[in-house]
């Protein structure tokens, strides 16, 4: 069946038309849509006063005055929107992703628990127990219990650990057999104990339970034991999971990461039926209480306690075929008068210019509605330059015509203020979305990375109390073993690897380092037995103290595994009844094939959960890739073969040294593309890496590419940042008064006489055809009249003219349409600046220049206090170099 298509909170904003609802609680939308109407009066006023007080004079500039308007009007309309929008959607993908990552780190955590009860339901020492084999007497059941809490040590997210029989009689427990404590002789009549006994498989049950008297509720994972000899039920296994425990734990990581999501929203786990089973909040809303769960395609806003919230949901992706308890889903809600309180506002702070306006011209791949944006700024910013370069001249005596074109130029400076500002807000919340997404999945990858680990830890320490290792090893020691305790060992070994396919092979070796047991995984049993592991991992194993102690080799490659990729091997050592080292077992871990699922995994669910082509950051546009790597740069493990394992990252430093549990993300320029970079620091899992002793910090890289770096991006920074705002005194000597359009050219601004420009068109009108002998023709542009085709004119570089170098295009470039003497001629530019009135006393000879056609620049203008150098245009010169005789017979 298909899948229902996932419902963005900004879709449904637009869709259902409530932005005048959302702008209430946007602060900053709201003083530009403000803004914005103020403009768009003063537009209709300027356009209302020329045709009432000069409709002859301004004839001409009225149709550029309409034209701004209905554009600006437009523009107004969509930017508000927009900015309703993205804001309404970054809200929606930080609830969406972090609901994801609770769900996610939940369920991958319970899926270890299912496998946990399966493999110790068939301990050979607590079977034997529950059969009766080794009797009942004080002795045994103490053995017993000082055998389930050498367990819980190891796999400490288990609050309690218990046997019952078949009656439901508890017949041990970590609790153990004090008088106090009535755990070891009391009955228990829970449902799960008969389910458990039907079920070849595990069985699991959330809710009250008098397996857990002292708790309101509790998770618990059951698994029939068996007779060793019969293979009947003979008892129950249960595994009392630390829920509370651990949900508290993803609380405080949750609360950790910083920002403010974690002070303004709330993260609920919800069951079936709305139900309340954990809260990041109690006092805000408690555990036991009935909210109304959240369903893609549902309305997002949601009215609890009286106060309106956005809310989002994830149920589980499902891992290895395990979906978690049934029903269970993740819920995140966050007040709609503290969702957009600070969001985005300062995205772009910490951004290098260059690379802002760089990642800008890409906007179309990731955020759509920004590049259209965009784009109608820039029609409209030609608009007003086409208006002010038309009136050149016309004004002459005419105050009410020259105080109309006063106003169109203050207000066209003002528009194009506002639509700076107003971009750049739209920008930024956009930018912060996509940071926030690449750092909450870093936050993940190293979350889901240490809780696998962790296991890894566990399970070394507890396959090393396996009663036949020990024996084995002692037998070995003394002399006695047989070629049936060693092919027993191996079958063992074996059988676990069986069932935890995460190693590559596990071995079993003495004192002197020799392997004389290994799993038939791959084949490569007979290849490792009678080797010997390193002389340095033996060491570190016999110097461990305790049960409790485990080694973790070097991330390397092994001498115990075939495939010469990097690992990590867990080691604890077997120790005879009296604490003796005999010997080790190691567990080879299969890092590359683990850590690259788990990359994969990640990535896979976050497309599956979403339908990212309306999506801000991450579209279609925008490819991910995730890797895991050391302090030092080295990847360890990537989704990707741009970052391959064993190259070293070139990162920034701080990226490098962050904190345990810290993370950073920032948009910048990597691999020769723009990109969103984002790194976490592990920080450990409970007692892993924390309190443990052991330390290997692993991070997590999420890069996300949106386009390739752009060459001209630095100079249309510069552009951006430049205006001429006062011009030099002019000379004591006579001369009339001259209007000159400015715009750029690379790195310069130019000038041209007004009087010559007939209009500016986008670059993106070129047609690129066949020039034949023109040198330097880039191409035709239709020119229009009323709608219709009037005519066309050549498109000359003028960057090449100039400089002899071809102009780098960008959006922003143009083409200005020159006539003179009858001839009418295009010159391709880097953008627009405006039109400035001076006096011919202000310009000053222009010396010849190094690398240009001198008499192509008769003048220069040093406007704003000498810092900048304006270079007037001969367009006379231009026209008779243009008709050469190298170019006779051409027609214009």
Known sequence: MPQKKHISLAQYAQDTLQIDSFIAHMRQVARCESSLQELSLMWRLIESSAKMNCPQEAQAL?????????????????????????????????????AQHLMDTLVRNLYERTADVGFLATDVLLCRFMAGLDGHAPADKEQITQRLRAYRSKYTVYQ??????????VQASTQGTRAENSAASRLCRDPLIAQALQSQSFVQVFGATDLLPNQPSGLIYAHRMLHPVTQQPVGVLCLCFDFEGE??????????????????????????????????????????????????GANPLLTHGGRTYLVQSEVPAGYQ??????????????????????????????????????????????????????????????????????????????TRLQAVLEQIGETGARTNEVFTQSIRSLYSTVLATALRDNSLLTRLL??????????????????????????????????????????????????????????????????????????????????????????????????????????????????????G???????????????????????????????????????????????????????AGASRQVAFFNRSGVVMSSSSAQILP?????????????????????????????????????????????????????????????????????????????????????????????????????????AVDAACVLEAQSAADIAPVSAGRLPHCVGTLARRSQGVVAGYVWVFDLSTLLYGKPLLRSAQSQVIVLEHQGLRLGLLVSDLEGVVRL????????????????????????????????????????????????????TY
């Open 62 to 98: 009225l149709p550029m005055m309409a034209a701004t308007r209905t554009g600006f009007e437009q523009l107004e309309q969509d930017l508000v929107q927009s900015m309703v929008a993205q804001a309404v959607e970054g809200v929606s993908r930080g609830l969406h992703s972090q």
């Open 321 to 398: 075929g395990y979906m978690g308890p049934q029903g269970w889903r993740a819920q995140m809600m966050v007040p709609i008068e503290l969702a957009f309180g600070t969001q985005g506002s300062s995205a772009l702070q910490g951004v290098d210019a260059v690379v802002a306006q760089g990642l800008l011209a890409h906007a179309h791949r990731f955020c759509p509605p920004l590049h259209a944006i965009s784009s109608a700024a820039d029609t409209i910013r030609r608009v007003v330059w086409n208006g002010q370069a038309m009136s050149a001249g016309k004004q002459a005596d005419n």
């Open 446 to 563: 190293v979350g889901l990375l240490d809780r696998n680990l962790y296991e890894r830890a566990n399970d070394c320490r507890w396959w090393a109390l396996t009663p036949q290792l020990p024996a084995l090893l002692q037998a070995l020691k003394l002399g006695k073993a047989t070629e049936g305790m060693s092919a027993e060992a191996c079958e063992l070994l074996t059988a676990i690897h069986a069932l935890y396919t995460v190693y590559q092979q596990i071995v079993v070796y003495d004192a002197h380092g020799k392997i004389v047991a290994a799993s038939l995984a791959g084949g490569a049993q007979d290849d490792l037995i009678g080797h010997f592991v390193e002389r340095e991992t033996l060491l570190k194993v016999q110097a461990l103290q305790g049960a409790q102690a485990y080694y973790v080799s070097p991330w390397s490659p092994s001498d115990l595994q075939a495939t």
């Open 160 to 169: 309690e650990v218990l046997l019952l029989d078949c009656e439901g009689h």
């Open 839 to 890: 006096q011919a006393g202000q310009m000053r000879r222009a010396p010849a220049l190094a690398h240009m056609r001198e008499s192509l620049v008769e003048s220069l203008i040093q406007a704003n206090d000498g810092d900048l150098l304006i270079q007037c245009l001969n367009v006379a010169a231009l026209v008779a170099m243009l008709k050469a005789p190298a170019q006779v017979g051409v």
């Open 646 to 750: 064993g190259s070293v990252l070139d990162l920034p430093a701080d990226m490098l040294t962050l904190s345990a549990g810290q993370s950073l993300a920032r948009a910048m320029a990597y691999q020769g593309q723009y990109c969103v970079v984002a790194v976490t620091a592990g920080s450990g899992y409970r007692e892993f890496k924390r309190s443990d002793g052991y330390e290997e910090e692993v991070l997590a890289l999420s890069v996300q590419a949106f386009g390739p770096v752009q060459d001209d991006a630095q100079a249309a920074v510069w552009r951006r940042s430049t205006r001429v705002q006062s011009l030099p005194s002019a000379m004591p000597t006579t001369g009339e008064n001259m209007e000159m359009a400015t715009f750029f050219v690379g790195n310069s601004v130019l």
């Open 247 to 296: 949900m508290q734990g993803l609380w405080d990581e949750r609360a950790s990461a910083g920002g403010d999501e974690a002070d303004t929203s709330i993260a609920l786990l919800l069951d079936a039926q709305g139900q309340v089973l954990a809260s990041s909040d109690r006092h805000w809303i408690g555990v036991g209480l009935q909210l109304k769960p959240h369903k893609n």
């Open 565 to 619: 990729e990097p690992t990590y091997v867990y080691h604890a050592a077997i120790r005879s009844c009296t604490g003796e080292v005999l010997g080790g077992i190691g567990l080879i871990f299969h890092a590359q094939r683990e850590f690259e699922a788990m990359l994969q995994g990640v990535l896979g669910t976050q497309a599956d959960k979403r339908d990212t082509s309306d999506l801000p950051a991450g579209g």
